[in-house]
């Protein structure tokens, strides 16, 4: 709500700079779209890896109803 009552402000001050937001943000999405799906991997990939590392201490600890 607040981003949208940023842009009417923008567009009320200055509609040309509103307007080419409003037309390049689509673009700037699809450019930023494939650093978020590496993102996504990488984190995936990270947790993958703490998991693997803190299995041993998981089976040592016992289970969990104790």
């Known amino acids: 709500m607040l981003t949208f ?3 009417l402000i923008l567009l009320v001050l200055c509609w040309p700079l509103a307007l080419l937001a409003l037309l390049l943000y689509p673009l700037v999405w699809l450019v930023l779209l ?3 799906l590496l993102g996504i991997a990488v984190t995936g990939v990270l947790e993958l890896l703490r ?3 803190l299995f041993p201490a998981r089976l040592l600890r016992g289970p969990r109803g104790l």
């Open 5 to 7: 009552i940023l842009w």
């Open 34 to 36: 494939p650093f978020r």
């Open 51 to 53: 998991a693997v590392v």
